[in-house]
């Protein structure tokens, strides 16, 4: 059984950091791709950043220059350092990881999806 757990959300002003973390943890054999999302109140969830196995990383527009999304591979984690923050960064933030694990024998990728944690940014 694998479990993907956010951290790290909260209350800030506009201008302020935030980091993101979200750690995977089971029987896993690798992690593979992973992102985050973020979905505001009435609207489509989104891409915010994503991250290779091997470290490529791409940004929505929106963020690129102020969000920086990181891996440790040792700890199962992935993370969003969130920089300049402003309101309309406010969003449940997601984490989006595709992991392949053992299940009952035999590896099977999939994605997993976290719970969410509240970002609000505050003007």
């Known amino acids: 059984q694998v479990q993907v757990v956010e951290s790290g959300g909260g209350l800030v002003q506009a201008g302020g950091s935030l980091r993101l973390s979200c750690a995977a943890s089971g029987s896993i054999f690798s992690m593979n791709n992973m992102g985050w999302y973020r979905q505001a109140p009435g609207k489509q969830r989104d891409l915010v950043a994503r991250i290779t196995s091997v470290g490529a990383t791409n940004y929505a527009d929106s963020v690129k220059g102020r969000f920086t999304i990181s891996r440790d591979n040792a700890k199962n984690t992935v993370y969003l350092q969130m920089n300049s923050l402003k309101p309309e960064d406010t969003a449940v933030y997601y984490c989006?990881?595709?992991?392949?694990?053992?299940?009952?024998?035999?590896?099977?990728?999939?994605?997993?999806w976290g719970q969410g944690t509240q970002v609000t940014v505050s003007s």
């Open positions: 989006n990881a595709e992991i392949t694990a053992w299940d009952s024998g035999a590896l099977n990728t999939r994605i997993y």
